[in-house]
DNA sequence: CTACTAGTTCGATGGCTATCGAATCAAGAG
DNA sequence: CTCTTGATTCGATAGCCATCGAACTAGTAG
């Protein structure tokens, strides 16, 4: 097992999870999830964030890629919650900041 | 004070925060300056990662400009070395995962 | 079956940004 | 003064990305 390996693997990680949250819209879905510590719906955030449906589809795409999230779907509704495992292991401290 | 005003305000420069680390090369400008605790300057950064010297000056700037970094200057060389409580502030806990 | 609801995907578009070399500047060295 | 060194700025370029509407899928209600 390389060291350097890792390094470079978990660098792309930790990029790929600063760019994720590097938008004000995913922000403001990680808050609301966070304060309101609750699973939301593409359209529920659709309706808050005044951006349309593709848009929000788009963008928990984006949450989920990187593991911020997690999805639980019920029927034809997907909902949307926090992986805070991802949180503490790569912005341990951070989620109470917001 | 409005405090919705703040959350706003708090709000941007955590984006400003994720996208200045949202790019591999200033990241691991991040973790050299924290692992081995020193300053450095532009032509160290450059010579070490391999990248042009006007870029890297592109990267100090962005660095510093929302508050992860500060620069000491001695004579025509500067200096770079991270500003701790910025990353208290934003991301407690994160350099240490580094 | 039809209509509605919740999400995804696609194509297009506009804007941002990382990168480089060249030019420039400031400060010492000779 | 001239040359070198460390750094910034500029202009250009290429690539990525947030956004939207439209088209599509799938599940449910009437």
């Known amino acids: 097992m390389d060291i350097e390996l890792n390094q470079v693997a978990a660098d792309q990680q930790r ?57 639980r779907q019920v029927a034809q509704t997907k909902y949307l919650s926090l992986q805070l495992a991802t949180f503490d292991r790569y912005l341990p401290g951070f989620l109470a900041t917001l």
Chains 1, 2 share one sequence.
Request: aromatic share 8%.
């Open 15 to 71: 990029v790929a999870i600063f760019k994720a949250l590097a938008e004000p819209n995913r922000l403001r879905i990680i808050r609301v999830l966070y304060h309101e510590h609750r699973e939301m719906t593409c359209s529920e955030v659709g309706a808050q964030l005044q951006i349309s449906k593709s848009t929000v589809s788009y963008h928990f795409k984006a949450l989920r890629l990187v593991g911020l999230t997690n999805t």
